[in-house]
């Protein structure tokens, strides 16, 4: 079963099941995000909020204005694509400064 779900003002916690869920966070605000297991598409958005993708093929959504982005990724979705990306990140970053945790194991560690 697939599930779409959009996060209101509050703080909200998203939580796709077993399909190819589509989640975006809310405002900014201090959201989470549970793919769970499927392709799933997670729009972080802005806020300082923790998003884990689960087993599967996902899509993770974020804009570079945040403040924090919290990712959780089973180790077999990491790729050298993901690693591009998050170093074009890190060099491209706005003025103001922003924290990436990044875990692939059990224990979050700060980029």
């Known amino acids: 079963m697939q599930i779409d779900l959009i996060g209101g003002q509050g703080n909200d916690t998203l939580n796709g099941g077993n399909g190819d869920d589509t989640l975006n966070a809310g405002a900014r ?9 499927g392709d799933d598409t997670l729009n972080a958005g802005q806020g300082n909020d923790k998003v884990t993708g689960g087993a ?5 959504i974020f804009n570079l204005v945040m403040d924090n982005l919290r990712l959780w990724m089973p180790m077999v979705s990491i790729s050298l694509n993901l690693v591009k990306v998050l170093l074009k990140m ?5 003025k103001k400064q922003m924290a990436l945790f990044i875990s692939a194991l059990t224990t979050p560690q700060m980029w």
């Open 29 to 37: 605000t201090m959201d989470t995000l549970n793919g769970g297991n």
């Open 56 to 60: 599967g093929n996902d899509i993770y």
């Open 90 to 94: 890190i060099l491209l970053l706005p």
